[in-house]
Nanobody, 115 residues
Framework: QVQLVESGGGLVQAGGSLRLSCAAS????????MGWYRQTPGKQRELVAG???????NYADSVKGRFTISRDNAKNTVYLQMNSLKPEDTAVYYC?????????WGQGTQVTVSS
């Protein structure tokens, strides 16, 4: 079992920055993929940023140039640095861990960006 705990969310004004953290614990043998998703009420959850086992990253077009995903293997932690935040970035952000057929999600952390 792998447990994921997100932190770092909060309220920020447009143009500000936040850094989200996802700490993983448990039986972490390997990582195929870790990523950040976001969801607003009544909307489908969408991929924001991901990083695979080789370190390759991908981003949603809406956050390219503003968000950066990174990983600290020694701490089993994935980060999402969010800069130049916009009101449309407001959502609950979820961390996801994938290893083959194993799929685990964190509890989510709220990010609210005011106009």
């Amino acid at each position: 079992q792998v447990q994921l705990v997100e932190s770092g969310g909060g309220l920020v004004q447009a143009g500000g920055s936040l850094r989200l953290s996802c700490a993983a614990s448990g039986s972490i043998f390997s990582i195929d993929f870790m990523g950040w998703y976001r969801q607003t009420p009544g909307k489908q959850r969408e991929l924001v940023a991901g990083i695979n086992s080789g370190g390759s990253t991908n981003y949603a077009d809406s956050v390219k140039g503003r968000f950066t995903i990174s990983r600290d293997n020694a701490k089993n932690t994935v980060y999402l640095q969010m800069n130049s935040l916009k009101p449309e970035d407001t959502a609950v952000y979820y961390c996801r861990y994938i290893l083959r057929d194993y799929d685990s999600w964190g509890q989510g952390t709220q990010v609210t960006v005011s106009s």
